[in-house]
């Protein structure tokens, strides 16, 4: 079936469910999967083992969450589970991060964990363990690096509460990175299935 109804989406536009049977049909596969990005202002830092909120201004002007070297700290992003993350398939979690020091061949663990309940249950899930990555450095200054973990979901339902913590493993044995790791953003995108 070939469908000609055509619209121009614009930075900040919503693609509900909807949209998509409207412009694009049973052909979800056209689509390219519309990430959710989580900023450090954005994450909740609890009051022990947190990384700090690091500002940077060389040429621009961004907000960095600082991982310190040797410890277990972790954040979280809290949020109502959105059109485009509801469903079956794979979630990839895009860790993006950098070192400021050019350290080679070290490595930094990061953990995903996850929680989601319905709006109705009570508040206060705890979050599940969804993978581990082991990330290289890059071994040149300030470059950012990807880190990716893909959890297998068995389905997202819109508008239930979703939780996501990002937690970096600093005393597990494959943390060999001796230096701080500085989060720049983080993208989650369902693959539907």
């Known amino acids: 079936m070939a469908y000609t ?3 121009v989406w614009a930075v900040g536009d919503i693609l509900t469910a909807a949209d998509m049977n409207t412009y694009v049909g049973d052909n979800i596969a056209q689509i390219a999967a519309v990430p959710l990005i989580l900023v450090p202002q954005a994450a909740v830092l609890p009051p022990t083992n947190a990384p700090t909120i690091a500002f940077t201004n060389s040429g621009s002007a961004f907000y960095e969450l600082k991982y310190a070297d040797a410890a277990n700290t972790s954040c979280f992003w809290t949020m109502i589970v959105p059109d485009n993350l509801a469903g079956n398939g794979t979630i990839d979690f895009d860790i993006i991060w950098r070192t400021p020091t050019a350290v080679a061949s070290e490595t930094a663990r990061w953990e995903i ?3 989601a309940s319905a709006m109705s249950n009570p508040y206060n899930p705890a979050t599940v363990s969804r993978g581990t990555v ?3 450095a890059k071994g040149t200054t300030n470059h950012l690096i990807k880190a990716t973990v893909t959890w297998l979901v068995p389905g997202l339902i819109a508008g239930d509460l979703f939780i996501v913590e990002l937690l970096r493993q600093g005393t597990h044995a494959n943390d ?3 230096d701080d790791a500085y989060l720049r953003m983080m993208t989650v995108v369902l693959n539907p299935i």
């Open 5 to 7: 109804t055509k619209k």
């Open 113 to 115: 964990k996850t929680a």
């Open 134 to 136: 082991d990330s290289d």
């Open 176 to 178: 060999d990175l001796t």
